[in-house]
């Protein structure tokens, strides 16, 4: 008999997730089930389930920033048992044998990771995410979730925190680098705090002031408003790294001009609209524009990780299923500090 779950579901492009009943498959001898405690709401799951990137696999569950405890392992699977609390992010799936699966990149698996939830796995069958209360998983997608994280507050780190970690590591941020971090939202705030932890120079570089008594508060040193034309003078050939976290266009030419020479831009939030830039924003000063892509499950650990020892930790709003609508909402709006975080429990209905 399939394993059924209660779950909450998009049944079409620009439809609400609605409360509904999935099948999971049976747990194979290297799967994981998962009991889910939370989910966090990444404004990726509103962009999916609006088809924004393109047309989205319905019904769709939505959900990568899972957290929850092992209910069940398969018969070949040692390094989980029944009781650990875990996370699963973004992919559950890839080849596990190309060069970039074996370097433990498997974002950028050569026959493509398998998507948490809107994709296909190997088997052509579609993913379906968190947004449910259960989970089965193969063992090597799965993390260890520190004792010391509270599972709700680590469900967002699973996206949001990779997400940024990555680029700040990968661009060296650390001590002696200036770092700026753009948009102090459900990414940005996580950024603020991992960029500081790493020791560097941070500047928050958001829409307007209304947030710097938070961005302070997490660890930020400076805060500018990009709508005052003054910091974009004031900042002018600062910066080493900036991580642009918005999900929106920005003007690229005025924020290339923060960076030194051989300073980088590095993109994390993807818009649904192209981008424009002068090449002369590059070329003058050397700098280069870059995009990242979450990260692999070694530097998923090391995050989580990282996180545990030094105390990092999203500002989550913990609610009930029946408030994802509205939640959507807010985060369209930007109206959320910082990250909706959804109790699996409220999925029963």
């Not at 961005?215 to 005052?228: I, P, Q, T």
Request: glycine share 12%; charged share 20%.
């Amino acid at each position: 008999m399939a394993l059924t779950t209660p779950a909450y579901s998009a049944p079409s492009t620009g439809v609400t997730p609605q409360p509904t009943t999935i099948e999971r498959r049976d747990v194979g001898p290297t799967d994981v089930l998962i009991d889910i405690r939370f989910c966090g709401i990444c404004h990726t799951d509103i962009h999916q389930v609006n088809s924004d990137w393109g047309r989205g696999i319905f019904p769709m569950v939505p959900g990568h920033e899972i957290a929850g405890i092992v209910a069940q392992v398969g018969a070949e699977v040692t390094k989980f048992a029944v009781g650990d609390r875990v996370g699963v992010g973004c992919f559950v799936d890839s080849c596990g044998a190309c060069e970039y699966c074996r370097d433990g990149e498997e974002q950028f698996c050569a026959r493509g990771a398998v998507a948490t939830y809107g994709g296909r796995d190997y088997d052509g069958k579609p993913t379906k995410g968190g947004y449910s209360q259960q989970i089965v998983v193969k063992d090597r997608f799965v993390v260890t979730i520190p004792d010391s994280l509270p599972l709700a507050d680590a469900a967002p780190l699973l996206c949001a925190g990779i997400t940024t970690y990555t680029p700040l590591k990968h661009w060296n941020a650390g001590p002696g680098k200036q770092v700026a971090i753009v948009g102090m939202g459900g990414l940005g705030h996580v950024g603020v705090q991992l960029a500081k932890a790493m020791g560097a120079e941070v500047t928050v570089i958001s829409q307007t002031l209304s947030k710097r008594e938070d961005g302070l508060r997490l660890g930020a040193d400076h805060y500018f408003a990009s709508s005052d034309p003054a910091t974009f003078k004031t900042l002018r050939n600062r910066f080493d790294l900036i991580v642009n976290t918005v999900g929106a266009n920005i003007d690229l030419d005025a924020h290339l001009s923060l960076l030194r020479v051989d300073g980088t831009l590095v993109h994390v939030g993807l818009p649904a609209a192209p981008d424009s830039l002068r090449l002369g924003s590059l070329i003058g000063k050397r700098r280069s524009m870059a995009g990242s892509n979450t990260g692999g499950l070694r530097d998923t650990q090391a995050m989580l990780d990282f996180c545990a020892e030094h105390g990092v930790a999203p500002w989550i709003e913990l609610i009930g299923a029946d408030e994802i609508a509205s939640a959507y909402d807010r985060v369209v709006a930007s109206k959320v500090r910082y990250r909706f975080v959804i109790d699996a429990a409220t999925f029963s209905h």
